[in-house]
């Protein structure tokens, strides 16, 4: 890091203005932005922070894949593997069909796959394909947009979750007053997100994939997450920092981006994304397909190690809603 500045870096999470430069990193499009740390609340942020019209341009149709998935096919069927496996946690906390509330849901399988096992399943998503295709899940009850005020009365879920969506809040902390308001005393909030202090994280800094500028606007280490969370009203119950959905093609992609002119290439083949891998030479993707494939053993491994230290490149942590004075000192090692 490279100094403290006070001039106008207003963090993503608190809104505070004092953070440290940590380092420049660079979109698929090439616009440059930096990750700097708050000296507040601790949380990594983007800045500049991007503007509607620049947002606008990396949620388009590529963005959400042009299929009828995201990704391929066969992609999509390992991912439902983990979406099934989202939804064992979820009963885990909750134990009998409930009411939850996916926000940023995607398009809707993991609610779809706790309908069919009886629950009330709510999403909310930005306009886009994505949201075409959660309409489509039989049982949903859908909101086009964000969440807001007004939306559901209080106290309504039995659990909230955000998978992979922190990140991508304009006004987290504002998200977080809402749901608090709208979960049950005693309620579950489920939130899984990059491990900014991860070892990949470290190590490729401008170069990891789960920076994803300018989508992704905030970070935090696990203990920051834990802290902020405790202010807001939610007390952790359980955390992990093993993905290998996530963590395994984190730091294929990252390594790749080092050796590659074209940031998060193989990662928008993989989406289907044409206008950004139209004119990349085929040996080139061939290559590295075939590393993505040969070396995914290893960094199994990999992946598997650096969570036994809680350094896994993405973190899945679960909360539980209390009282926010009851919260705010809580010393994150209790089981709910």
Not at 264 to 292: C, H, M, W
């Amino acid at each position: 890091m490279a100094g403290a500045d006070t001039t106008n870096h207003r963090c993503g999470y608190c809104g505070q203005e004092n953070s440290w430069f940590c380092y420049s990193v660079r979109s698929v499009y090439g616009e440059v932005f930096s990750i700097r740390r708050c000296l507040g609340c601790g949380a990594f942020f983007l800045t500049p922070r991007p503007s509607a019209e620049q947002l606008g341009r990396y949620y388009e149709q590529e963005y959400y894949g042009t299929g009828s998935g995201k990704f391929s096919p066969a992609v999509e069927k390992v991912l439902d593997f983990f979406r099934r496996r989202r939804t064992c946690l979820v009963e885990r906390f909750v134990r009998s069909p409930g009411r939850i509330l996916d926000v940023g849901c995607g398009n809707g399988r993991f609610l779809g796959y706790l309908i069919e096992k009886g629950w009330e399943g709510y999403g909310v998503e930005l306009a886009g394909k994505a949201a075409e295709r959660a309409a489509s899940i039989a049982g949903i009850r859908f909101k086009i947009g964000t969440l807001e005020d007004g939306d559901f009365p209080e106290g309504y879920f039995d659990a909230v979750s955000l998978w992979h969506v922190f990140e991508h809040l304009p006004a987290p902390r504002e998200t977080l007053r809402i749901i608090h308001s709208i979960l049950k005393p005693g309620g579950f909030l489920f939130v899984s997100m990059p491990n900014i202090r991860s070892w990949q994280g470290r190590l490729f800094k401008g170069n990891w994939l789960h920076l994803d500028p300018p989508r992704h606007l905030v970070f935090f280490s696990p203990e920051d997450l834990r802290k902020n969370l405790a202010q807001a009203g939610f007390r952790l119950c359980r955390k992990t920092t093993f993905s290998l959905e996530q963590n395994v093609f984190g730091i294929q992609q990252s390594l790749l981006n080092c050796l590659c002119r074209r940031r998060e290439f193989l990662f928008e083949f993989l989406k289907g994304n044409r206008s950004y891998t139209a004119d990349y030479p085929v040996l080139l993707l061939r290559l590295q397909q075939i590393f993505a494939v040969v070396s995914a053993p290893f960094f199994a491994v990999l992946a598997g190690v650096e969570s036994l230290f809680g350094a896994g490149g993405t973190m899945e942590m679960v909360f539980v809603r209390q009282e926010k004075e009851q919260g705010a000192d809580e010393g994150g090692k209790q089981l709910c």
